[in-house]
């Protein structure tokens, strides 16, 4: 574990102390805060022995740059369970399944992300190191302890890091609105690595040129594109009924 930094909000921290509280470096309440929420965390900190420090609500604002901390942060280290994507290939026991995320800037929605992907036990999340959004205090609230329990790689060339998952047998499908099958017609079998583009951008066009599948989502409305981490729920919940489909048949 390296490199310090701030999370916040009730979610985040209670899932980061249930899961590595050893990695609470001290937690910040606001002492106006006196409900049952704050009660539960005060005690949580006590049975793992984690220091917790009162303060006002000013603090936690310059501390965690926004107002919408819930009244609650914890200075923490940052977890790295994995050194590198490779790494973590090698330990499965199971086919892959990768979610890239290629540009996403809003911290919203890779913390939804985040989330879609603990739901449906993606291995790992992929993104570039530039021009993409990284795992902040507010990815860390809105993914609600996903950020902790999804491992996150953020790789210098997505495009290198593809052709590399591809070496390793992992399919590399993209989703696109002008993809010639639909989600709904195709088989999803083996390892794969499911990858979005930004949100109204797409994919960049090197990206798309390394997949092995383009694939739309079918829609019937009136809309044109869906939200990221909407898109990647429809199609990890594919991925899954699939998978849980062949697996009743034999």
Not at 93 to 112: I, Q, R
Not at 165 to 189: M, N, Q, S, Y
Not at 201 to 214: I, K, P, S, V
Request: proline share 3%.
């Amino acid at each position: 574990m390296t490199h310090a930094q701030y999370i916040f909000g009730f979610h985040a921290i209670t899932s980061r102390l249930r899961q590595h509280p050893d990695s609470i470096r001290e937690i910040y309440l606001d002492e106006n805060r006196q409900d049952q929420r704050a009660r539960d965390l005060i005690r949580l900190a006590e049975t793992t022995s984690t220091r917790l420090i009162l303060c006002h609500q000013d603090r936690l604002c310059r501390m965690t740059g926004t107002t919408h901390h819930q009244g609650v942060a914890a200075h923490v280290m940052k977890l790295q369970q994995y050194t590198a994507l490779e790494d973590l290939l090698d330990g499965l026991t199971e086919p892959a399944l990768l979610l890239v995320l290629d540009g996403v800037k809003d911290p919203h929605n890779l913390g939804a992300c985040l989330r879609v992907a603990d739901a449906f036990g993606v291995h790992a999340v992929v993104a570039p190191k530039d021009r993409a959004v990284g795992l902040s205090a507010t990815v860390h609230k809105v993914a609600s302890g996903a950020a902790d329990t999804v491992p996150f790689f953020a790789v210098t060339n997505l495009a290198r890091t593809l052709r590399e998952l591809k070496e390793e047998g992992i399919w590399i499908v993209g989703t696109t609105a002008d993809a010639p099958d639909a989600l709904d017609l195709i088989t999803l079998t083996g390892p794969i690595a499911w990858v979005l583009g930004a949100e109204g951008e797409g994919m960049r066009r090197l990206t798309r040129e390394t997949c092995d599948q383009l694939v739309r989502i079918p829609m019937s409305g009136s809309i044109e594109s869906l939200n990221v981490s909407v898109s990647a729920g429809i199609c990890l919940f594919e991925t899954h009924r699939q998978y849980s489909q062949r697996s009743e048949i034999s």
